[in-house]
């Protein structure tokens, strides 16, 4: 049963894998169509697009998850708290491992530093408020739904910004420039806007399926594992939810596009920051456990030494290995 649990696992990191390739076709495609920086193609049309699974595996496990609501609540946690530590540690270091053999441990790294800049301010706030509101009494309702929509309201802020900022970026160069032609016109249909939003829906579709998947896979694999669906979805979910981001961002920043491949991944911190805790706050009971605590400590360490690079004038391939280090402290702290 455990093989047959993660077989299916294997099966849907295969689909997003491919849904990743298929969705970034697009999203460079429509930025290029629309005239719109790669801050806001990277940062908020493909942060917000490959958060999609990230979205779908707490809604869908509170709404319709297993039989047991302790689990889909411990799996929704898992999944909403997991994406920014999996993203700030893991995905940020791969990214860089992905690009060492060509700029070596020295290399610079170079995304436009305003909008990376804006990114991890907004998400060291958010999530700052995100930890914080675990200590609220869950009786305090009020208070909780308050704080909900204020993190709603500041990635409202965060977006405006975002594309406020646009213009200036694309006559500085920051454009977005499709890499190759749409999938879909490969294979006969017309290159339009048309196609175009197609593809999108089709990336997304997939997505949106692994997400599903990877529920019912982690809620087996815990029970035969015997570990808690808590720190089973922290570790599990987040690689699989998650990839679209690695995969995109590594795609991209091999290519040279440093700006896109970090604006993908510190966007969606962002929206994860934001969005994802909002609705943690809203339908579960939002509680300092160890694995949660730790976590967000991780989570903001690792974001704020990437602030702090970016402050110093430069970064370079070597820093991030410093996140790739916190995330194995991670799971070395959680399983002694």
Same mark, same amino acid.
């Given at each position: 049963?455990?093989i047959a649990?993660?077989?299916?696992?294997?099966v849907?990191?295969?689909?997003i894998l491919?849904a990743?390739?298929v969705?970034?076709?697009?999203?460079e495609?429509?930025?290029?169509?629309?005239?719109?920086?790669?801050?806001?193609?990277?940062?908020?049309?493909?942060?917000?697009g490959?958060a999609?699974?990230e979205?779908m595996?707490p809604?869908l496990?509170?709404?319709?998850g297993?039989?047991?609501?302790?689990?889909?609540?411990?799996?929704?946690v898992g999944a909403?708290?997991?994406a920014?530590?999996?993203?700030?540690?893991?995905?940020?270091?791969?990214?860089?491992?992905?690009?060492l053999?060509?700029?070596?441990?020295a290399?610079?790294?170079?995304p436009e530093?305003?909008?990376?800049?804006?990114?991890l301010?907004?998400?060291l706030?958010?999530?700052?408020?995100?930890?914080?509101?675990?200590?609220?009494?869950h009786?305090?309702?009020g &208070?909780q739904s !308050?704080?909900?929509v204020g993190? @709603? *309201?500041?990635?409202? #802020?965060? $977006?405006?910004m975002?594309v406020?900022?646009?213009a200036?970026?694309v006559?500085n160069?920051?454009?977005t420039e499709?890499?190759?032609?749409?999938?879909?016109?490969?294979i006969?249909?017309?290159d339009?806007?048309? &196609?175009v939003? !197609?593809?999108?829906?089709?990336g @997304? *579709?997939?997505?949106? #399926?692994? $997400?599903k998947?990877?529920?019912?896979g982690?809620?087996q694999a815990?029970?035969?594992l015997?570990v808690?669906?808590?720190?089973?979805?922290?570790?599990?979910v987040?690689?699989a939810?998650?990839?679209?981001?690695?995969v995109n961002s590594i795609?991209w920043?091999?290519?040279?596009?440093?700006?896109?491949?970090?604006?993908?991944?510190t966007?969606a911190?962002?929206?994860?920051g934001?969005?994802?805790?909002?609705?943690?706050?809203?339908l579960t009971?939002?509680?300092?456990r160890?694995e949660?605590?730790?976590?967000?400590?991780?989570?903001?360490a690792?974001?704020a030494?990437l602030?702090?690079?970016l402050a110093q004038?430069r970064?370079?391939?070597?820093q991030l290995?410093?996140?790739?280090?916190?995330?194995v402290g991670?799971?070395v702290?959680m399983?002694?």
């Open positions: 049963m455990l649990d993660f077989g299916e696992l294997l849907m990191l295969v689909i491919i990743a390739d969705f970034t076709n697009a999203l495609h429509l930025g290029e169509r629309l005239g719109i920086s790669e801050g806001v193609t990277g940062s908020l049309f493909a942060a917000v490959t999609m699974p979205s595996v809604i496990a509170f709404f319709a297993g039989s047991n609501p302790a689990i889909n609540e411990e799996i929704g909403i708290l997991g920014p530590l999996m993203l700030s540690t893991l995905s940020l270091f791969l990214m860089a491992l992905s690009v053999n060509r700029r070596g441990l290399g610079h790294l170079r530093r305003t909008g990376l800049a804006r990114d301010n907004f998400f706030v958010a999530f700052a408020i995100a930890a914080g509101a675990l200590f609220i009494p009786e305090a309702r &208070v !308050l704080l909900a993190m @709603l *309201a500041i990635y409202f #802020l965060y $977006a405006l975002t406020r900022a646009s200036d970026l006559r160069g920051h454009a499709a890499h190759k032609e749409m999938y879909l016109c490969r006969g249909m017309p339009n806007m048309i &196609v939003v !197609l593809q999108i829906a089709l @997304l *579709a997939l997505l949106i #399926l692994g $997400a998947g990877f529920i019912h982690v809620e815990s029970v035969h015997g808690s669906a808590l720190f089973l979805s922290l570790l599990i987040p690689i939810t998650e990839l679209p981001e690695k795609l920043i091999r290519r040279g596009k440093d700006t896109m491949a970090f604006g993908n991944i966007g911190m962002v929206f994860q934001t969005v994802l805790p909002a609705i943690g706050l809203l009971p939002w509680m300092p160890k949660v605590l730790l976590g967000i400590i991780v989570a903001l690792a974001s030494w602030r702090y690079c004038g970064l370079v391939v070597w290995m410093l996140n790739g280090m916190l995330y991670y799971i702290a399983v002694i």
